[in-house]
């Protein structure tokens, strides 16, 4: 699914949630605006502990924070230090550039200091001291939400990562921006943002890292969470804005209190699912488990602990880095494996590195010499740069710069394969040769006329087993037409129920992705592809290729189906070429051959079909629609047709006729007739429901009689059709005109020749045109 398939409400809090991010972004700069150039004191007082705003300041004692005690011998309120609203200014604070402040403080290790800081213009030096580490995990958080969102867009863990990462960045952007009675519209922001950010822990570890049954059973637990985010925001708007003390500094003690929570219920599900049985679940939740402990449990438990007991006196700032752990953990579980891979991209990382080391060095020592030496050597680096990255990919990848030969070589292989068996044997190959794969395994599932067909590279068989065909996996990618990776398959919710059956499947074949094949927009078999010999996971370029190359194995077997089916019937309607149409031959061959087309008087059993509404409908859309739906409606039909093996006299429009029993006899053909109808019946609701919503009020009746005809030719020389003469089709016709929609209508004769237990109703005693006598009619219920 892509993004522009979401429906509006979705990308409408898609939207949203990003726009929190650059809301963030945009408060933050402006407030830098305002302030660069204008005096500062050197710290910053928030809830009665101080944090350094300048290097100076840092150096000269505040480094890693401490709780105020006096300034400039004026004792700081006690009653301040728990009401969490931030002081711009005591009254004897010195705010002109050049005046000295003294401020006395308790360290984090518990000792009394005290530091005199001059006032100066804070720089734009100052401000990235001050929020630099804050504003870069925020933008780090935003690329990584909106990153995981986009690679698996509208699901259910996408939802909560995008959540906590957009809720997250905009309040690590604005964290330590001064707020105050004349920052109205910050300070709400930052107090929305603080409110919902403390419950959506809760949200993300029901989703991560695999949705739990709550989630799926009962969403409108979502509700109650954000329900109850939506309250604490209240709080916090009303303390503020009514200077209500105290109850700003409750609420932000129950703040603290419900993220600490909501970290220990995500660290306490990713500790019950690191002891899954299954493997990738219990990864994922260790990583998991391992991030949330080192990047986001110090944060949560120092902030409950600072605004509830009013103790460790330190500055927050020092525990912002290690939530990277956390955000590297989340992209780890979240990004698809695929486009991940862990060697390759550390190697490459070191390359880089060391490349842009040397530039860097370089470019150091040649500035110092020549001032214009760097730029001189921007024309040849950006010539040389694309062929470093060109010598590295062949370097890292080497077989992708081997892809465009490897898939001729296997296009031609297919060009020339003459069998099914053929064309399989080389797609079981092309894993090895494209991507390393230790095997693979190529099949075709069974149909009408085929039976199932597997082929292990190497000639080795493949375990026993039900067949594929009926494996859920299978059946699965059948709906999907989706590739389906072994890794996706514990977290992602359409597997949650098929797990086991699904892994069975995958070991059976020594498979790590299946590939659909896919015909007509339908899957005919898929490519098992092995594990890679080096560890590694697919990418996507190797999925690419192997696409690419099945796409021409489907292109190959269609070439042989065509080319069998053309030898075949030039051979076996040699004979029939010249006097009958396809439809009759293709009957007669499946039964027997031309010496069953004979005429002769037969005990047939006789189908009609009509559309009801087909008139009115015709009037009231264009010829193209008309046509498309007949095409629907008789490819339908026809399938059906040929399943019971009924004889097609002819498509009337929106009519036609079927018998059975003849030109090859066969023992249950009122049976067949009754069935074929009830399958039909089945296919004709699937497409009402699609003339429904198109707005075609079309249906079917048919009608059903059993009797004694001639069968033989009909027609004339150089054009015949096989058909059947007598009473027993005009009543046929007769009931299928009196059926409504999806009624199946037919004589006692058939009611009393039926073998295998179908469901009837008697439907009264109907005058028939063409019939002096009441016929007596029985309704087909089902089987």
Not at 114 to 121: H, K, N, S
Not at 196 to 204: D, L
Not at 681 to 686: E, N, S, T, V
Request: aromatic share 10%; charged share 20%; net charge neutral.
């Amino acid at each position: 699914m892509r993004i522009r398939d979401g429906a509006a409400g979705a990308k409408l809090l898609f939207a949203v949630l990003i726009s929190v991010y650059f809301l963030g972004v945009a408060i933050s700069f402006n407030d830098k605006i305002e302030r660069i150039g204008r005096p500062d004191v050197g710290w910053m007082l928030e809830s009665g502990f101080i944090s350094p705003t300048r290097p100076d300041a840092s150096e000269g004692g505040l480094r890693g924070g401490g709780r105020a005690l006096s300034l400039n011998g004026q004792p700081i309120p006690d009653t301040y230090s728990r009401t969490g609203m931030t002081l711009k200014a005591f009254p004897y604070v010195r705010l002109h550039v050049g005046e000295t402040n003294t401020l006395t403080f308790e360290t984090p290790a518990g000792s009394i200091n005290e530091i005199t800081l001059p006032v100066r213009p804070w720089s734009w030096r100052d401000a990235i001291f001050t929020e630099g580490a804050t504003a870069t995990i925020g933008l780090f958080f935003c690329v990584v939400g909106v990153t995981a969102f986009m690679l698996r867009p509208y699901e259910t863990p996408s939802w909560a990562l995008l959540t906590l990462c957009s809720l997250a960045s905009g309040i690590l952007t604005t964290l330590l921006i001064p707020l105050g009675p004349d920052k109205g519209f910050e300070s709400l922001y930052f107090m929305t943002l603080a409110g919902f950010v403390s419950y959506v822990p809760f949200h993300t570890g029901l989703a991560l890292p695999v949705v739990h049954p709550l989630l799926r059973q009962r969403p409108y637990v979502l509700k109650i969470i954000y329900a109850l985010a939506a309250l604490q925001v209240l709080l916090y708007v009303v303390g503020w804005y009514v200077e209500w003390t105290g109850l700003f500094a409750n609420a932000r003690s129950i703040g603290s209190f419900v993220l600490l929570s909501s970290i220990v219920f995500f660290v306490g599900r990713c500790i019950q699912l690191s002891f899954a049985s299954d493997r990738i679940v219990a990864q994922r939740a260790r990583i998991l488990l391992a991030g949330t402990v080192v990047g986001l449990t110090p944060v949560a438990f120092v902030q409950f602990v600072q605004e509830t007991f009013g103790l460790l006196p330190i500055d927050n700032r020092f525990l912002y880095w290690p939530m990277g752990l956390f955000l590297l953990a989340l992209g780890r579980v979240t990004v698809r494996h695929e486009l991940l891979n862990a060697r390759i991209t550390v190697r490459r990382a070191v390359i880089y590195g060391w490349a842009v080391g040397v530039l860097t060095i370089l470019a150091i020592l040649l500035s110092a010499v020549r001032p214009y030496a760097v730029a001189a050597m921007l024309l040849p680096l950006l010539y040389v740069w694309p062929r470093f990255e060109e010598r590295l990919n062949e370097r890292l990848y080497p077989a992708r710069a081997r892809f465009p030969e490897l898939i001729r070589g296997l296009g031609n292989r297919l060009a020339a394969c003459t069998s099914v068996e053929a064309v399989l044997e080389v797609l079981a190959t092309a894993p090895a040769l494209i991507a390393d794969a230790v095997g693979g395994v190529a099949f075709l599932l069974e149909t009408n006329n085929t039976p199932e067909r597997v082929v292990r590279s190497g000639g080795s068989a493949v375990t026993a087993g039900p067949r594929l065909g009926r494996e859920p996996l299978v059946q699965l990618m059948c709906t999907t037409r989706k590739e389906i990776y072994r890794a996706a398959i514990a977290v992602e919710p359409q597997y949650s129920n098929i797990q086991r059956e699904c892994y069975a499947c995958l070991d059976r074949l020594d498979a790590e992705v299946f590939l659909p094949l896919s015909r007509d927009n339908q899957v005919v078999g898929a490519v098992a592809l092995g594990a890679r010999a080096t560890g590694d996971v697919y990418e996507a370029p190797e999925i690419d290729a192997l696409v690419t190359i099945a796409q021409q194995a489907v292109q190959a077997l269609i070439r042989i189906d065509a080319t069998d089916r053309l030898r075949s019937r030039e051979l076996e309607f040699a004979e029939l070429k010249r006097f009958f149409s396809p439809q009759v031959i293709d009957q007669v061959m499946a039964r027997g051959g031309a010496a069953e087309l004979r005429s002769q008087r037969r005990l047939v059993t006789v189908f009609f079909a009509d559309l009801r509404g087909f008139t009115s409908f015709s009037d009231s859309v264009e010829p193209e629609e008309v046509m498309a739906t007949l095409a629907e409606y008789h490819g339908a039909m026809g399938r059906r047709i040929a399943e019971y093996a009924g004889t097609l006299e002819r498509f009337a429009g929106d009519g036609f006729m079927v018998f059975f029993n003849d030109p090859v006899e066969q023992d249950d053909h009122v049976d067949r007739a009754v069935q074929m109808a009830l399958r039909m019946r089945d296919d004709i609701g699937a497409l009402r429901d699609l003339w429904t919503r198109r707005g075609y009020a079309i249906d079917v009746g048919m009608g059903i009689h059993t009797g004694y005809a001639t069968c033989g030719f009909i027609g004339y020389e150089g054009r015949r059709d096989y058909g059947v003469i007598g009473n027993v089709t005009n009543l046929a016709a007769r009931l299928s005109d009196a059926a409504g929609g999806g009624e199946i209508l037919v004589t006692t004769r058939v009611v009393a020749e039926l073998r295998n237990g179908f469901r009837t109703e008697p439907a009264g005693q109907l005058t028939l045109k063409g019939f002096q006598q009441a016929q007596a009619v029985h309704r087909v219920l089902g089987h």
